[in-house]
């Protein structure tokens, strides 16, 4: 299967994404959640400062008059997912291991929105394991509508961005006919951030994790099983996708288990880097 580009091409050009305020075209926006005095908002980081901005963030938004400095708040997971859809087994070493046939019943699998966390908090081991397994993924956000996609509608205008996800997991508690939830599903198990990138070059993605400083997986996109435009028309013939969705597609080859007192940081140039250390069940 040649995996050369993950969206459809259109005379030759991707499609460049309309964004709010302004209808700023093609531009790299990232957008944040964050904390200042106790209080939550959300904004648009530019170099070291945050522009506080108000309304919808998939249809309708403005910026304020506020600037807050970066290092001076909190950030937050960026966004609050609508719902939360991973896909299992999705990475391959090397391209030649990659299947010749497309994929006709990828695995998907849920994770509870509770399990979401931003960077800098700490990933919870639950008291029934004693280690758990970090998974650096590209998550998608969904921007619009989507239901049963035509074979020649192109996915990206449904793509309102993309951000970094850890798929923590616990596999001592999977069931044992293979069922994933309860060992994906425990708080904490998702960590997102640091922003939603808007655009995103995803031929040159690179996803990477270390484990206390040490490398342990780094892989371009090119060698998912089953793209990210076929995700979005499979899920989009079994469920309504909706704005605020967010898509794990996969981690790549090196994801292992840890225990607690553990950093993990999970880095995608272009979204930056989320950091979390591991702790024991309190």
């Not at 399990?115 to 758990?132: A, D, F, H």
């Not at 509608?153 to 616990?170: L, M, R």
């Not at 990210?228 to 080859?253: A, C, F, K, N, W």
Request: some cysteine; overall charge negative; glycine content about 8%.
């Amino acid at each position: 299967m040649a995996i050369q580009n993950l969206f459809c091409m259109r005379d030759g050009e991707q499609k460049k994404q309309k964004i709010c305020d302004g209808e700023i075209e093609g531009e790299n926006v990232k957008f944040v959640r964050y904390t200042d005095k106790n209080q939550v908002f959300q904004g648009v980081l530019e170099n070291d400062r945050i522009l506080q901005i108000s309304g919808d963030l998939f249809s309708n938004w403005t910026k304020t008059n506020m600037v807050h400095q970066l290092s001076e708040v909190k950030l937050l997971a960026p966004l609050i997912p609508n719902q939360i859809i991973g896909i299992g087994a999705n990475y391959v070493a090397s391209e030649e291991e990659l299947p010749r046939e497309s994929v006709q019943h990828p695995v998907f699998f849920f994770k509870p929105v509770s399990s979401v966390i931003g960077t800098g908090e700490n990933i919870v081991i639950p008291e029934q394991v004693e280690n758990v397994k970090f998974e650096a993924e590209l998550a998608v956000v969904v921007g619009k509508e989507i239901k049963q996609l035509l074979p020649e509608e192109p996915v990206e205008p449904y793509v309102f961005g993309y951000t970094i996800a850890n798929d923590v997991t616990a596999p001592d508690m999977f069931h044992p006919d293979g069922h994933w939830t309860i060992g994906k599903a425990f708080d904490t198990f998702t960590p997102i951030g640091p922003v939603v990138e808007t655009n995103l070059d995803l031929d040159k993605v690179r996803i990477e994790a270390k484990v206390n400083g040490v490398r342990k997986q780094s892989s371009p996109t090119r060698l998912m099983i089953v793209t990210i435009e076929e995700m979005i028309r499979y899920l989009s013939h079994v469920m309504t996708l909706q704005p605020g969705d967010v898509i794990l597609t996969g981690s790549p080859v090196g994801a292992e288990m840890v225990g607690e007192n553990i950093m993990v940081e999970c880095t995608i140039e272009g979204i930056g880097t989320i950091r979390n250390e591991t702790k024991g069940s309190y």
